[in-house]
């Protein structure tokens, strides 16, 4: 029986041992400041789905780009908008197209674009929108317009928008109580191992 008991123990140390290092990695990733690698992977959607789970679908001009090491922030001119009045400029982030499910907007290029999920490793502040490739990748922008309901025209700003800036070291105190935690985690599991170890 103690042979059993020292099998299921050692198992056990491997299991937690396996979830510490992965939290300790993801902690480790999230205080640097990366996203972790993963491939973008869309369900297929129909016009009528894209229309029906978008915040808002505008057409419209990025009038600035910024790019960081997870994605964009885009200062866009709103022509008309769907679903819902839009101002007339907002900003739109976008995780990095590579992977991350984002989408790139070029500078002074008018476009539709479905706002949502900004795509992975990035979020959005309360007055940002997100856009992702999944909800961007309709070859039938048309199609997807006629399902959202009638244009509204933009709500005109009566004070400019600056540039909303980066929430980067807002970012940096997240991932780094992230990692602090999961230190704390990882001691306090690795005490209780150590401590129910017989002799």
Not at 51 to 72: C, E, F, N, Q, Y
């Amino acid at each position: 029986m103690a042979d059993l008991t020292r099998v299921s123990r050692s198992r056990w140390t491997r299991v937690v041992a396996l979830v510490a290092g992965l939290v300790a990695c993801a902690a480790l990733s999230a205080a640097v400041g990366t996203s972790p690698a993963c491939a973008c992977s869309c369900a297929p959607s129909s016009p009528e789905q894209i229309a029906d789970r978008a915040g808002a679908i505008i057409v419209g001009t990025p009038v600035s780009v910024k790019h960081d090491g997870l994605g964009s922030r885009n200062v866009v001119r709103v022509v008309r908008s769907y679903k819902r009045r839009m101002p007339e400029t907002i900003t739109i982030v976008s995780a990095s197209p590579a992977g991350a499910c984002g989408i790139t907007l070029t500078e002074g290029k008018t476009q539709t674009i479905v706002l949502g999920w900004p795509g992975g490793g990035v979020t959005t502040k309360g007055d940002e929108w997100g856009a992702s490739l999944c909800d961007n990748m309709s070859s039938n922008a048309a199609a997807v317009i006629a399902h959202a309901g009638p244009a509204f025209s933009p709500i005109k700003s009566t004070k400019p928008q600056g540039d909303p800036g980066s929430s980067g070291s807002s970012r940096g105190y997240v991932g780094i109580g992230v990692a602090a935690g999961a230190g704390l985690l990882l001691a306090g599991g690795t005490a209780l191992i150590l401590k129910r170890r017989p002799g």
